[in-house]
């Protein structure tokens, strides 16, 4: 079982107007589903960010080495070479 957890933030009136109507379109069962899913989409598609966000959680302990290499999807001699490198 997946543990969750809920984050709060904030948005601009027109960005909630648009989240809000994710509800209506039939295309997700939730906000929630749809943000999921957004955030999924940006971290596969923007291999930068991704890559820096791994680096940010493998040098400060939060995932392991293999952990680090299935988020960046490649091996794990390749991630390890892919995190040294980023520390240079």
């Not at 493998?58 to 991630?79: C, F, G, V």
Request: aromatic share 8%; no cysteine.
């Amino acid at each position: 079982m997946v543990k969750s957890n809920t984050l709060s933030f904030t948005v601009p009136t027109e960005l909630k107007l648009q989240l809000e109507a994710v509800n209506h379109t039939g295309y997700y069962d939730s906000l929630s589903e749809f943000l999921r899913d957004a955030i999924r989409y940006i971290l596969k598609e923007r291999k930068d960010l991704r890559t820096a966000m791994v680096y940010e959680l493998y040098s400060n302990k939060h995932i392991s080495l293999p952990k680090a290499a299935e988020l960046l999807e490649t091996n794990i001699l390749e991630a390890k070479e892919l995190l040294q490198t980023r520390e240079l």
